[in-house]
């Protein structure tokens, strides 16, 4: 009777004051406890209950996503090779587009004992190149084919010391031969009344292998020798040698069409 | 390549063991020439790696040959007649992969080869510093030779001095191959039946 008198009176004062008791406190803390604990046994249990009887759906939806995933990576391998070849892709379509007819070839060796810059192409007679046919890429002039086999083709780089190419430099119209210094080009035989510039664009002439405007690469340096009839300047090449991975042949019936140079 | 029997070759091995490198005395035969289908294969990997990486190979504008190193090792293992035959199959593989050379591989490298194969016997073949020695300057033999074969086919080298210095780079490349072949030869197979 006593300890339910104070029970009374405690929560009686609390209510007068509008606080939570004393007691009230108490029971929530501790009711906090058991109703967390038992709501989480009972999620637990229910979860356990849920995937036991959903294991078999899950394993076969495991190795389904397994499957699709394989699937996906297969397809983004290949759309990455796509995009990794999508500039190659282009500059091969822009070359073929600068000499229609063109055959696309691939490079796949050099001179054995690299005494001349050449290259090998895998095309050769069988696809309709002959010896004297122009080579480019996007960039620009890349060589001449000196010796032609069914199957394959051997490219003179423009850069090679035996390569002679007629030039012009596209600001002034003047003419030059651009001979191969075994690295760059050197554009010679300009008249000393020309005003070469460094940074002016050089591009073919007409001639028995390139049709005229082709680029060849800028000036870099001109030299001016004392007492001599003619100018020449080092050109830097439009062509990275580097790293020549596809080519286009001009064949003879592009080189032999009229040409647009004066 | 005539097959000898093992009492010939005991003799000629003791022979030569017991002849100091100032003797000018030569043994009758090399005792273990190289299989033929070795240096073929040797020939045909040379050839392939030559062609595919050769701008990759360059120092300072000179490549190593490994054609022309394999023909020197295997005149100087076989003799002249052997060395002037492979010399002549090597350079004309050469010339076919190089496609406006004509012929001047296959002169270049048949003289190369037969001038190895004369010391094939005798002791120069012996002595690692005059190995060296040879094999840089049958580099320059070889590199000349090609130059006048180009020549006498009315397609001169343009830029001459471009390759000579190319031609001095690779007889010093070839040379430093040569130290090294002979100081660590016998571990990766290069096995020199005279060496001291």
């Not at chain 2, 005395?25 to 240096?39: G, K, N, S, Y």
Request: glycine content about 10%; charged content about 15%; some cysteine.
């Amino acid at each position: 009777m006593i300890v339910a008198a104070l029970i009374a009176l405690v929560q009686l004062d609390a209510a007068k004051s509008g606080k939570p008791s004393i007691i009230a406190v108490a029971v929530a803390s501790t009711a906090y406890a058991f109703q967390t604990a038992a709501a989480a046994v009972s999620a637990a249990a229910r979860n356990t209950g849920a995937a036991v009887v959903s294991t078999p759906r899950l394993f076969s939806e495991n190795a389904a996503l397994r499957e699709k995933l394989q699937t996906l990576r297969g397809e983004n391998a290949r759309l990455n090779e796509a995009l990794s070849r999508a500039p190659e892709a282009r500059a091969i379509a822009r070359a073929e587009a600068a000499a229609p007819g063109g055959v696309t070839a691939t490079t796949i060796g050099y001179d054995p004992e690299d005494v001349s810059r050449q290259i090998t192409l895998d095309r050769g007679s069988r696809d309709g190149i002959a010896a004297g046919d122009g080579v480019t890429n996007a960039d620009g002039v890349v060589g001449r084919v000196t010796a032609v086999t069914p199957l394959e083709s051997t490219v003179l780089l423009v850069t090679d010391g035996a390569s002679k190419v007629p030039a012009v430099v596209q600001r002034g119209r003047w003419w030059g031969i651009a001979t191969g210094t075994n690295g760059s080009i050197r554009l010679e035989y300009v008249s000393q009344d020309a005003k070469l510039r460094v940074g002016d664009v050089v591009v073919t002439g007409s001639g028995r292998s390139f049709r005229a405007g082709l680029p060849l690469g800028t000036i870099a340096r001109v030299d001016h020798p004392e007492g001599s009839l003619y100018q020449s300047a080092l050109v830097a090449p439009a062509v990275s040698f580097g790293r020549i991975a596809r080519v286009v042949v001009a064949p003879r019936a592009l080189r032999d069409a009229p040409s647009v140079e004066p | 390549m005539p097959v000898r029997s093992d009492d010939d070759i005991a003799r000629t091995r003791a022979f030569w063991a017991s002849s100091k490198p100032s003797d000018a005395i030569a043994p009758a035969f090399v005792p273990d020439p190289p299989t033929w289908w070795h240096v073929g294969v040797a020939l045909l990997a040379a050839l392939v790696l030559q062609s595919t990486f050769a701008p990759a190979l360059a120092f300072r504008g000179a490549t190593v040959s490994f054609v022309t190193l394999l023909v020197v090792w295997y005149g100087l293992r076989t003799g002249w007649a052997y060395g002037l035959l492979f010399g002549t199959i090597a350079g004309s593989c050469d010339d076919a992969l190089a496609g406006s050379t004509g012929v001047a591989w296959t002169f270049a490298t048949a003289l190369c080869g037969a001038i190895a194969g004369c010391a094939a016997r005798t002791q120069l073949a012996e002595t690692r510093w005059t190995l060296v020695g040879g094999v840089a300057a049958l580099t320059l033999l070889r590199y000349g030779a090609f130059a006048i074969g180009m020549q006498m086919q009315n397609r001169p080298l343009a830029l001459p001095e471009t390759h000579l210095h190319a031609a001095l780079w690779q007889s010093v490349l070839h040379a430093v191959v040569a130290v090294v072949v002979l100081r660590f030869g016998p571990e990766i197979g290069g096995r020199f039946a005279y060496r001291r």
